[in-house]
């Protein structure tokens, strides 16, 4: 669950995960499972942003406290999901996902749509989007160092439709980082936060899924920006952008 200096990112999109399943139950009272099979219908996460917002490490408490609400757009293709995680000192992160309910031919029935609070019914909100953060972090000084690594996405990696894992993508960019740092570490002494830090923001953007057995590269590049350091991970098959993560130091 945790690394040297804090919760992984991977375990956060899990809990956040398991809050969605929890509240699947408590709001239209079924499972992940019975929502696909009795009523044809599915959700895809199509982005997210990690937030983390206080320090909570292996020695700092014995659990953590989830808290999830969901809001869904008012033409239905789209829901939103806040999970905040509290410790024993307070809040220590804030997830925010986007759901597309267009994954499957068939929208929510409206009988499950009823259930829905009328406040719970929103008109629009933003939708997580990695790429509007790169024209300002492109903008900015590029350190030494980018790199190129070619990975296989296994079924460890995957759900149950045998396409990646929103949960476990995120460790392509955590793997991809570390391998740049460790490679540029002489050059680029100040990418070592990447290390020696924990991460303080996440975002990732899924544009289209790779599949089990399917082979890919993950593009990496770190900038220096006002704030620290952010790195940047495109997720490419040939010439095509499947993905995006961003992690600010």
């Not at 996902?97 to 029935?109: C, E, I, Y």
């Not at 499950?112 to 008109?123: F, H, I, N, S, Y």
């Not at 680029?188 to 790779?210: I, T």
């Amino acid at each position: 669950m945790f690394n040297v200096h804090q919760l992984q990112p991977r375990v956060l999109a899990g809990l956040n995960s398991r809050a969605w399943a929890h509240w699947l139950k408590d709001c239209f009272h079924l499972s992940f499972r019975e929502m696909i099979e009795q009523h044809g219908a599915s959700v895809a996460v199509v982005g997210y942003d990690l937030d983390y917002l206080s320090p909570f490490t292996f020695r700092d408490g014995d659990g953590l406290r989830v808290e999830a609400s969901l809001r869904m757009r008012r033409d239905g293709k789209l829901m939103q999901q806040e999970t905040l995680c509290r410790g024993p000192q307070g809040l220590v992160a804030r997830m925010v996902s986007s759901h597309s309910l267009t994954a499957t031919r068939d929208p929510l029935p409206d009988a499950l749509l009823a259930r829905l609070q009328p406040e719970e019914w929103v008109d629009s909100f933003p939708v997580p989007n990695s790429s509007l953060e790169l024209p300002a972090l492109e903008a900015g000084r590029a350190l030494p160092g980018g790199r190129r690594a070619p990975f296989t996405l296994h079924r460890h990696q995957c759900d149950v439709a045998d396409q990646w894992s929103f949960t476990e993508v995120v460790s392509l960019g955590t793997q991809a980082r570390e391998e740049l740092v460790l490679a540029a570490k002489a050059e680029a002494p100040e990418a070592l936060v990447g290390l020696s830090q924990p991460v303080r923001r996440v975002a990732v953007e899924l544009r289209r899924p790779f599949f089990a057995f399917e082979s890919g590269e993950v593009h990496s590049q770190a900038y220096a920006t006002d704030g620290g350091v952010a790195f940047v991970h495109r997720l490419m098959a040939g010439a095509e952008m499947r993905g995006l993560i961003i992690e600010q130091f």
